[in-house]
C-alpha cells in the first residue's frame, strides 16, 4: 500500500518570507515517482515537478526547489522569496512506475498575506 | 485551448437521480484518469483508461458508478442512483504514454457535483 503524508494542514507567511512544504511517503516499492501539484481557487490542479526515485538530486526551479530524501522518504518543497500569487493548496503525491494512479497527500493550504 | 476540458463544471441534482459527466482530454494523450476530490482533501483515484480499455478501477467505484470511453477520446462518468455521499469535485487528467519515465497527469477543471 502506497501513502502520502502532508503533515501541515495549513501555513500562513507574510510576503517574501521562504516556505517550506513537508512531504512523506510510503512504499514497497522500490522504484517510483513523486510528484507536486499546485491547486489554486480556481481549482485546477496544475504540474509543477515529477521526480524518479533514481535521482536524489535537488532540483531548482526559479523561486521553487524540491529536496528528496530517500533515506527518510521525504520530498519537501521549498517558495524562496513566496509572494501572494504563490497562495493556494500544494498536493505531494506518489505513483508505481509500473502503475497508473497518482496517490495523493491531504494537501498543504499556503497563504501569503501581503 | 488544448487542456483537458469538463463538462459541465457545476451540477446540482436531488438524491436518487443519475448524472453523466464528460471529459474530453488532451487531444494526443491516450491514458484518462478519473479522480474524486472532497472538500479539503486530496484527490482519490477511481479509474483508468488506455485508448478505449478500462484497466483499473478502485473500489470506491461503487456498482453504482460507471466510466466509459467509447472511442479512445472523450470519456464519461455516469453515477447512478446518486447519494449525498457522492457530492464531491469529480477531476479528469490525461497523460501520454511517450514520456515513459512519468506520464505526468494533467488535470481539467473538474465538475462540482451537489446532490440535495
Known amino acids: 500500500a502506497q501513502k502520502v503524508t502532508q503533515a501541515q494542514t495549513e501555513i500562513s507567511v507574510v510576503e517574501k518570507e521562504d516556505v517550506t512544504l513537508d512531504c512523506v511517503y510510503e512504499?514497497?516499492?522500490?522504484?517510483?515517482?513523486l510528484f507536486w501539484y499546485k491547486q489554486p481557487p480556481s481549482g485546477e490542479l496544475v504540474f509543477l515537478i515529477r521526480?524518479?526515485?533514481?535521482?536524489?538530486q535537488n532540483e531548482i526551479s526559479g523561486r521553487y526547489s524540491w529536496n528528496f530524501q530517500k533515506s527518510t522518504s521525504s520530498f519537501n518543497f521549498t517558495i524562496t522569496a513566496s509572494q501572494v500569487v504563490d497562495s493556494a493548496v500544494y498536493f505531494c503525491a506518489l505513483r508505481q512506475t509500473s502503475g497508473s494512479r497518482l496517490t495523493f497527500g491531504e494537501g498543504t493550504q499556503l497563504t501569503v498575506n501581503p | 485551448d488544448t487542456g483537458v476540458s469538463q463538462n459541465p463544471r457545476h451540477k446540482i441534482t436531488k438524491r436518487g437521480q443519475n448524472v453523466t459527466f464528460r471529459c474530453d482530454p488532451i487531444s494526443e494523450h491516450n491514458r484518462l484518469y478519473w479522480y474524486r476530490q472532497t472538500l479539503g482533501q486530496g484527490p482519490e483515484f477511481l479509474t483508468y483508461f488506455q485508448n478505449e480499455a478500462q484497466l483499473e478501477k478502485s473500489r470506491l467505484l461503487s456498482d453504482r458508478f460507471s466510466a466509459e470511453r467509447p472511442k479512445g477520446s472523450f470519456s464519461t462518468l455516469e453515477i447512478q442512483r446518486t447519494e449525498q455521499g457522492d457530492s464531491a469535485m469529480y477531476l479528469c487528467?490525461?497523460?501520454?504514454?511517450?514520456?515513459?519515465?512519468?506520464?505526468?497527469?494533467?488535470f481539467g477543471p473538474g465538475t462540482r457535483l451537489t446532490v440535495l
Open positions: 487528467a490525461s497523460s501520454s504514454q511517450g514520456d515513459v519515465q512519468g506520464w505526468e497527469q494533467f
Open positions: 521526480r524518479n526515485s533514481f535521482d536524489e
Open positions: 512504499t514497497r516499492d522500490t522504484t517510483y515517482y
